[in-house]
């Protein structure tokens, strides 16, 4: 739920109107996405979740510090490693090595 709120507030704070119905449309998807992945990591979670926190952080740094160029880096970086866990198995992250 957590989760959810975060990406909620991002969608918010990009002041996008059509970005917020996007995110509303597609959340119950994404949710689905996220269980899926959080099942796909049960072997290192905390790691993972570790991993994934440190992801956010770094999208609000950016946002806090009012830098477009790092934020929109950061989330890149952040969606990325989310699909290449979904669809390709690997995320990206250093939680991926043998």
Do not use: C, K
């Not at 979740?49 to 992801?55: A, H, I, N, S, Y």
């Not at 880096?73 to 390709?88: S, V």
Request: no cysteine; aromatic share 6%.
């Amino acid at each position: 739920e957590a989760d959810e709120w975060f990406h909620r507030a991002i969608a918010a704070a990009a002041h996008n109107h059509y970005y917020l119905q996007v995110q509303s449309f597609l959340q119950p998807h994404i949710a689905v996405g996220m269980n899926l992945m959080r099942n796909l990591s049960l072997l290192r979670p905390q790691e993972r979740l570790r991993l994934v926190q440190d992801e956010h952080a770094a999208i609000v740094a950016a946002i806090e510090a009012r830098d477009p160029v790092a934020a929109r880096a950061a989330m890149e970086t952040h969606i990325g490693n989310a699909r290449r866990g979904m669809f390709e198995g690997t995320s990206g992250r250093d939680d991926d090595a043998p």
